[in-house]
């Protein structure tokens, strides 16, 4: 059975989406790098193991890393899963989980890499917004996609009311990316991203209107 680790800050909603959906594989353990999180509460009540690593304490980005790292290898991670982990991680870290990190960010990428993708899509005037799952390579939020939820914006909705959409399909969208993975459904190879036997082309699109 596959081992996961999830990556948390806040409020850990896709946590508990991930947790409540009794993946084919473990969560054996989330890390926080901020000590009152409320996901870590979340961990706690489902008995998973939990790890408060604050980065604050750690003079350069690559020295928090490798506490996260060491923790991961203590747990015997084979998959790392970033769920609202909000720091940027260091090129060696990154290229020692390669293809084996994915994370959901709230936008239909690669539209709206970084901070504020709500607040943008609105100030735009798109017509629709998402939430992408993706694998996580070097350049930040340009791993390949291989899940999108796709909502339609409406001229009534405020930041919060599509943020309320969007997490509500980031909750079906990444625990299912998640299983397909625990399943082998979806692989990373060497020749790429492999999905049901053939190579992934293009995210598998979810939408809700
Ligand atoms: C989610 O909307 C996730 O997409 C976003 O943080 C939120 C975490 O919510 N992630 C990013 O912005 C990463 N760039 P949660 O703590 O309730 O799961």
């Known amino acids: 059975m596959i ?4 990556l948390v800050s806040g409020s850990g909603s896709n946590l508990q989406a991930l947790i409540d959906a009794n993946l ?3 969560i054996v353990g989330v890390i926080s790098n901020k000590p009152d999180a409320y996901a ?5 009540n489902a008995g998973i193991q939990t790890a408060a690593i604050e980065h604050k304490q750690y003079p350069t980005r690559e020295a928090f890393d490798a506490v996260m790292h060491q923790q991961l290898l203590d747990w015997d991670v084979d998959l790392v899963i970033l769920a ?10 990154v290229q020692s989980w390669e293809g084996k990190m994915v994370n959901i960010h709230p936008s239909l990428l ?6 504020h993708t709500h607040k943008r899509v609105l100030n735009t005037g798109d017509v629709f917004h998402g939430c992408t799952v993706h694998y996580v390579t070097a350049e930040l939020d340009a791993g390949q996609a ?6 339609k914006v409406s001229n009534q909705d405020t930041e919060t009311s599509l943020a309320n959409r969007v997490h509500e399909l980031e909750h079906i969208i990444y ?16 020749n ?4 049901r036997d053939h190579p992934m082309k293009a995210p598998v699109q979810f939408c809700k209107f």
């Open 3 to 6: 081992k996961i680790a999830v």
């Open 24 to 26: 084919s594989g473990q």
């Open 40 to 44: 870590l509460e979340r961990a706690k």
């Open 84 to 93: 609202g982990f909000m720091r940027i991680l260091s090129a060696q870290f």
């Open 110 to 115: 690669p539209n709206y890499k970084g901070m």
């Open 146 to 151: 291989l899940a999108q939820g796709v909502v």
């Open 175 to 190: 625990p299912q990316v998640v299983e397909w993975i625990c399943t082998g459904a979806l692989k990373h190879t060497s």
């Open 192 to 195: 790429g991203v492999i999905y």
